[in-house]
């Protein structure tokens, strides 16, 4: 399969201009100003081929939203390479952008007052997409989103749920074979959710459209996507299967002890000698414990545990890809050394 996006070397800096104090300061900003730069993305190098699905994520302030102007050609690189469908999205714009779908989760591409298929129409337009190709998808569209009964009401008139539904839909009039998806389920409910993403699945195995999708939803890249980019302080810190990250650091378990009396480390770290275990204080009569090993380790540490100790109560939980990734931020990504602390 062929690279869709090509990254290299790709850098942002932003100026972000300080103001000083009072008057004189304002005067004296007239004729300079102070100013540091802040780097927002930091020497990206990454390439995603046709029909992948790309989950793409990062705390605020990480990098994504500029990022992802470069590569839908808003803005200009500081420096390095972006090459988009073959393009440079920025100085091809105008070829550009008939390659491209985007949503934007906040905000809309629709008309606010004009009837949902009024908005379609126009897309049409725009995009010179014939009658046929217009008949042929988007009627599949209309219907897998189930927005049939929306067509002729004015986008204000919709819930949030419905729009983003229509909002899908434009960005596909034209059919991309290159889809930009920023937070595009963020308030949505439960249905809605699975909709989009019954959706988006089935546009990725017919016609091979490759996603980058941007969210703080780990459950939507979780059911969509095999593979992850994780974004911190402008740089890539992970690049990889998102299989790969529950493999490494997911797979253990934790085990919460409700105990009868004060527990101390101590002990607790002699009953797991030469498991792979790691003990967190809930409080003073709660621990949990985060094995990194596999199913023997945990019932060999619960048979130590509870022959040791009067154990009250017990859970047992699989720790959640949030909490590897929260993790991973917190700890960077160091998979030897085990991050679950
Ligand atoms: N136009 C701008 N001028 C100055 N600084 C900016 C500008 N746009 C973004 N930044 C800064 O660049 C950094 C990266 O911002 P960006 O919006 O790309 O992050 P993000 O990962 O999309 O975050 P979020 O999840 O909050 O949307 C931040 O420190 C931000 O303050």
């Given at each position: 399969?062929?690279n869709?996006?090509?990254?290299?070397?790709?850098?942002?800096?932003?100026k972000?201009?300080?103001?000083?104090?009072?008057?004189?300061?304002?005067?004296?900003?007239?004729f300079?100003?102070?100013?540091?730069?802040?780097?927002?993305?930091?020497?990206?190098?990454?390439?995603?081929?046709?029909?992948e699905m790309?989950?793409?994520?990062?705390?605020?302030?990480?990098?994504?939203?500029?990022?992802?102007?470069?590569?839908?050609?808003?803005?200009?690189?500081?420096?390095?390479?972006?090459?988009?469908?073959?393009?440079?999205?920025?100085?091809?714009?105008?070829?550009?952008?008939?390659s491209?779908?985007?949503?934007?989760?906040?905000?809309?591409?629709l008309?606010?007052?004009?009837?949902?298929?009024?908005?379609?129409?126009?897309?049409?337009?725009?995009?010179?997409?014939?009658?046929?190709?217009y008949?042929?998808?988007?009627?599949?569209?209309?219907?897998s989103?189930?927005?049939?009964?929306?067509?002729?009401?004015?986008?204000?008139?919709?819930?949030?749920?419905?729009?983003?539904?229509?909002?899908?839909?434009?960005?596909?009039?034209?059919?991309?074979?290159?889809l930009?998806?920023?937070?595009?389920?963020?308030?949505?409910?439960?249905?809605?959710?699975?909709?989009?993403?019954?959706?988006l699945?089935?546009?990725?195995?017919?016609?091979k459209?490759?996603?980058?999708?941007?969210?703080?939803?780990?459950?939507?890249?979780?059911?969509?996507?095999?593979?992850?980019?994780?974004?911190?302080?402008?740089k890539?810190?992970?690049?990889?299967?998102?299989?790969?990250?529950?493999?490494?650091?997911?797979?253990?378990?934790?085990?919460?002890?409700?105990?009868?009396?004060?527990v101390?480390?101590?002990s607790?770290?002699h009953?797991?000698?030469?498991?792979?275990?790691?003990?967190?204080?809930?409080?003073?009569?709660?621990?949990?414990?985060?094995?990194?090993?596999?199913?023997?380790?945990?019932?060999?540490?619960?048979?130590?545990?509870?022959?040791?100790?009067?154990?009250?109560?017990?859970?047992?939980?699989?720790?959640?890809?949030?909490?590897?990734?929260?993790?991973?931020?917190?700890k960077?990504?160091?998979?030897?050394?085990?991050?679950?602390?």
């Open positions: 399969m062929k869709v996006i090509e990254t290299e070397g790709l850098r942002k800096e932003f972000a201009y300080s103001s000083r104090e009072g008057l004189g300061g304002a005067f004296r900003d007239l300079t100003r102070n100013y540091k730069v802040i780097r927002a993305v930091d020497d990206l190098s990454f390439s995603i081929k046709q029909g790309v989950g793409y994520i990062g705390e605020n302030g990480a990098g994504k939203s500029t990022s992802i102007k470069m590569l839908t050609g808003i803005l200009n690189p500081t420096s390095g390479t972006v090459r988009v469908n073959g393009m440079d999205p920025h100085r091809q714009r105008e070829k550009f952008v008939s491209i779908g985007v949503v934007f989760g906040q905000r809309s591409q008309w606010w007052d004009i009837a949902v298929q009024e908005s379609f129409r126009l897309l049409k337009k725009v995009y010179k997409v014939s009658d046929e190709d008949k042929n998808h988007m009627e599949h569209v209309i219907e989103l189930d927005i049939g009964p929306l067509l002729d009401k004015p986008v204000r008139k919709l819930s949030l749920g419905q729009r983003m539904r229509c909002e899908l839909a434009a960005a596909l009039i034209h059919n991309p074979p290159l930009f998806l920023d937070e595009p389920t963020i308030g949505l409910d439960v249905l809605v959710k699975l909709k989009i993403r019954q959706f699945k089935e546009m990725n195995e017919k016609y459209t490759t996603i980058l999708l941007t969210t703080h939803d780990l459950s939507d890249i979780e059911a969509l996507c095999e593979r992850v980019i994780m974004l911190d302080q402008g890539i810190i992970y690049d990889g299967a998102l299989a790969h990250l529950r493999q490494d650091f997911g797979e253990g378990k934790k085990i919460e002890f409700q105990f009868g009396e004060p101390d480390e101590t607790l770290k009953l797991s000698e030469e498991l792979e275990v790691f003990w967190q204080q809930n409080n003073a009569n709660s621990w949990t414990a985060l094995l990194t090993a596999q199913e023997a380790g945990m019932s060999e540490l619960i048979g130590r545990v509870v022959g040791a100790k009067k154990v009250l109560d017990m859970s047992i939980h699989e720790v959640s890809t949030e909490e590897i990734i929260r993790q991973i931020y917190e960077g990504y160091q998979p030897e050394k085990r991050i679950l602390t």
